[in-house]
């Protein structure tokens, strides 16, 4: 074949041919822009149980809450258990209100007898005088047993609203001693060996005396028992015709020491005391069973003691046995 010195003329597009085979993968794309929140989705099943947490710590105390309202009433309860043992009670002491008081006749504080508590102690008032008249004491009451001493322990008032101390001539009775009588007044401290002391006991029950009229100790009743044995003291004058008398029931009339001078008088405004010859003291004497109704019993000066002692009325303190 010949050549030509020229190119020809371009020719016609020829037909498409097949497709190529597939090229390779082309790297990675930059990031894409976030595209927009979606639409909730639906809420997916429950996730099985945790484990249990830790045990967190103690919170602060809350504020009280408000009174809740008042709740029906509950049915009743089984028996509780046993309580503890009581207290002790020492044995004869039943709690009580009575009283015994107890009078020396010295300067000894007297014991309560045994089971019986002691209240108080203090000075045997017998009875005082004011105005010139006499307002006793039983010596069987708490009331003869006061717990300070003084010449003039009362003063007096009247309706202006004024009231006076120890500016008259009054008077306070006092149990005395079995010290020897002074020749002489005495005061402050000299006088404390010549004022009985006293004692208020808590007691299971009333005590009461017994007296005989005779110089024999009477017994108590069946089912009673002896707190004392004494002398019958029945009343008793100072200052001319004031004084006082005591119950012949009450433990105050049964004296364990007999003695013409039984009490020591106190003039309140000078603050001393001494026995004076117009105080005197009565007692129930012994009456002959043979001689209850003579028309003029014997008269009769005493001065012995020990006979003054037979002729005096015996008689005994007794409590009903608890």
């Known amino acids: 074949m010949e050549d030509f010195p020229y190119p020809g003329p371009e020719g016609l597009i020829g037909t498409a041919g097949p497709p190529g085979p597939p090229g390779q993968r082309g790297p990675p794309g930059l990031p894409g822009q976030q595209g927009p929140k979606g639409y909730p989705g639906d809420q997916g099943p429950d996730g099985t149980p945790g484990f249990p947490g830790s045990v967190g710590y103690v919170g602060m105390i809350g504020d009280p809450g408000d009174d809740g309202e008042t709740g029906e009433v509950g049915d009743r309860g089984p028996p509780g258990m046993n ?15 009575f009283l015994l008081v107890l009078h020396s006749q010295s300067d000894v504080i007297p014991m309560c007898p045994q089971g019986m508590p002691l209240l108080w102690n203090g000075y045997s008032l017998l009875y005082m005088e004011g105005q010139e008249k006499a307002h006793s004491q039983d010596l069987g009451r708490a009331g003869s047993c006061l717990r300070m001493f003084n010449t003039m322990p009362f003063t007096y008032c009247n309706i202006n609203g004024v009231c006076n101390y120890a500016t008259r001539n009054d008077k306070t009775f006092w149990l005395s001693t079995v010290a020897a009588i002074p020749p002489t007044e005495v005061n402050e401290g000299a006088i404390l060996p010549y004022i009985s002391r006293c004692s208020v006991c808590e007691a299971p029950s009333p005590a009461v005396a017994v007296h005989s009229q005779d110089h024999n100790i009477p017994p108590c009743p069946r089912g009673w028992r002896s707190l004392w044995l004494g002398y019958s003291f029945l009343m008793h004058t100072g200052s001319g015709d004031q004084g006082g008398g005591q119950s012949l029931s009450s433990p105050g ?44 019993p014997p008269s009769e000066t005493i001065k012995d003691q020990d006979q003054l002692r037979r002729k005096t009325s015996r008689c005994q303190v007794c409590m009903k046995n608890g």
């Not at 309580?83 to 209100?97: E, K, L, M, R």
């Not at 005391?273 to 109704?293: E, G, M």
């Open 83 to 97: 309580g503890p043992p009581g207290d002790f009670i020492p044995t004869g002491h039943v709690p009580s209100a």
């Open 253 to 296: 009339s049964c004296l364990q020491d007999f003695r013409c001078s039984p009490f020591v008088e106190c003039t309140g405004a000078r603050g001393t005391c001494n026995y004076f010859a117009n105080d005197h003291s009565f007692w129930l004497t012994a009456v002959s069973s043979d001689r209850q109704f003579d028309s003029s």
